[in-house]
C-alpha cells in the first residue's frame, strides 16, 4: 500500500502544473522564476532558425569538400550542428543557474587560461585560409579567441567595478593594458575582426564605467589613427580596405555573398530552391545570412535583424532597475560583444563593411562559436537573474544581486 501511494505522489508531481511555482524552492523552480524568459526564448529562436539555415547550408558545403574518397552526406553539417546544441545547451543552462559570484569567478579563470592558449596560437596553430586561429588537433580542434570574448567581458567588468571601492586604483590604464595585450596577439593570427569588437566592447564600458567624455573623444581619435597605422602597414587590412573602398583586388566573395542575398527577392526561393550558395566560399559560417537571403527571402533576414536588436535592447532595459555596478558592466558589455559580432557579420553580405571572416550569432555553422556562444549567453542570463517578487517588495533591498531583508 505505501509503494502504490508513493508511486501516486510521485506521478501527481510529474504533472502538477504548479511544480515550477512560485512556492518551489528547488535550484530549477528557482531558476525558472528568476530567469529573464523572454531573452531565452528570443536566444531558442534564433538556434532553431540557424538549424535550418545549416540545413539549407549543408548540400552547399558538402559539395565543395567532397572529392576522391571523401564523399558527404548532403546534410552532413547539419548533423554535426545538431551534435553541438546538443552539448552547448546544457552549458548554457548550467551557466545561468550560477550565482554571479561564482559566475565571475569561472570567467576570470577562463580568461585567464584562454589568454595563455592566445599566446600558443601563432606557433603551434595549424594555417587554415592564410590565419593560424585553431589549436588543437581534428575534432579536438578550438579557438582560443572565441572563448576569451564572454569570458575577457566579464573580467574586464569586474576590473572597472573595483574603481567604486577605491578611486585611487589605475583601472582605466590597466584595462588598457589588458586589451592592447590582446589586441597584439590577435593581430598576429591575424583576426583584424575579433581585434575590433575587443576594442569596441572596452571602449563602451569604459563610457559605462563612468570615464571622461573627453578620454573617450582622445580613445576616438585614436581608434582613426590605429586604422590608418593598419592600412600603411598590415598586409591584411590593405587589401580587405582596398577591396571594400575602391572594388581593388579579389572582391569576389563580397560581390557573390551580395548576389546570393538578392536573389531570393522579398520571399526567397523556397528551402532547397537556392543554387547561387554553391558559388560562395563559406556558405555555412561567414556568408550564411546570403544564403537565409536566397532561400527565405529579405523578409527573412530582416526578422533575424530584428531578434538580434529585441536581443540587445531586452538587455540594456532590464539594466536599468540594476543597482549592481559590477553586473552592469558585465552584462551590458557581453549583449554589445554579442550584437556586434551580429552587426558585423550581416554588414559584410549586404556590402557595408569589408568581409571579416566572422560567425554569425548562434546560426553560423561551428563548434566552437556554439560553445563559446552559449558560455557567453549563459553568464549573460545569470548576470540578469532577478527575483521577480522579492524585487518589487518595499521591504527588501539589493546587495550583489541578491535581496536580503531590509
Not at 337 to 351: D, H, K, P, S
Request: proline letters at 5%.
Amino acid at each position: 500500500m505505501n509503494s502504490i501511494i508513493a508511486g501516486t505522489i510521485k506521478a501527481r508531481n510529474l504533472v502538477d502544473p504548479n511544480r515550477y511555482g512560485r512556492s518551489d524552492r528547488s535550484a530549477m523552480g528557482r531558476w525558472f522564476w528568476e530567469i529573464d524568459r523572454v531573452l531565452l526564448l528570443l536566444v531558442a529562436v534564433l538556434i532553431g532558425i540557424g538549424l535550418v539555415a545549416v540545413a539549407a547550408a549543408s548540400p552547399a558545403v558538402a559539395q565543395r569538400y567532397s572529392g576522391g574518397t571523401l564523399q558527404l552526406s548532403s546534410l552532413h553539417y547539419f548533423y554535426r550542428q545538431l551534435l553541438w546544441i546538443t552539448i552547448s545547451m546544457p552549458v548554457m543552462i548550467i551557466i545561468s543557474m550560477m550565482p554571479r559570484e561564482r559566475a565571475r569567478r569561472l570567467s576570470l579563470v577562463g580568461a585567464f587560461v584562454c589568454l595563455v592558449l592566445l599566446v600558443f596560437v601563432p606557433i603551434i596553430g595549424p594555417e587554415v585560409n592564410g590565419a593560424r586561429r585553431w589549436i588543437g588537433v581534428g575534432i579536438a580542434q578550438v579557438q582560443p579567441s572565441e572563448f576569451l570574448k564572454p569570458f575577457f567581458v566579464v573580467a574586464l567588468g569586474w576590473l572597472l567595478s573595483l574603481r567604486e571601492t577605491d578611486k585611487s586604483l589605475p583601472v582605466f590604464p590597466l584595462s588598457a593594458i589588458l586589451t592592447a595585450g590582446v589586441a597584439v596577439m590577435l593581430m598576429r593570427q591575424p583576426d583584424f575582426g575579433s581585434t575590433i569588437i575587443f576594442g569596441a566592447v572596452w571602449v563602451a564600458m569604459l563610457a559605462l564605467g563612468g570615464v571622461k567624455l573627453r578620454t573617450l573623444g582622445i580613445l576616438a581619435a585614436g581608434a582613426v589613427v590605429a586604422v590608418v597605422m593598419a592600412y600603411l602597414f598590415y598586409s591584411v587590412a590593405t587589401t580587405r580596405i582596398d577591396a571594400f573602398l575602391f572594388g581593388e583586388g579579389d572582391t569576389f566573395q563580397v560581390d557573390n555573398a551580395m548576389r546570393t542575398l538578392t536573389a531570393g527577392g522579398l520571399f526567397g526561393m523556397g528551402p532547397g530552391g537556392g543554387t547561387r550558395k554553391f558559388g560562395l566560399p563559406e556558405p555555412h559560417t561567414d556568408y550564411i545570412f546570403s544564403v537565409i537571403g536566397e532561400e527565405f527571402g529579405l523578409i527573412a533576414c530582416l526578422v533575424i535583424a530584428c531578434l538580434y536588436l529585441a536581443i540587445v535592447v531586452r538587455v540594456l532595459v532590464k539594466l536599468l532597475d540594476e543597482e549592481n555596478t559590477f553586473a552592469i558592466l558585465a552584462a551590458a558589455g557581453l549583449v554589445i560583444e554579442f550584437g556586434l559580432q551580429a552587426l558585423i557579420n550581416m554588414a559584410v553580405n549586404v556590402q557595408l563593411a569589408p568581409s571579416k571572416g566572422m560567425t554569425l550569432p548562434f546560426i553560423s555553422y561551428g563548434g566552437s562559436s556554439m560553445l563559446a556562444l552559449s558560455i557567453g549567453m549563459g553568464l549573460l542570463l545569470a548576470f540578469t537573474r532577478r527575483n521577480p517578487y522579492l524585487a518589487r517588495s518595499p521591504y527588501v533591498v539589493k546587495w550583489s544581486g541578491d535581496c536580503l531583508p531590509a
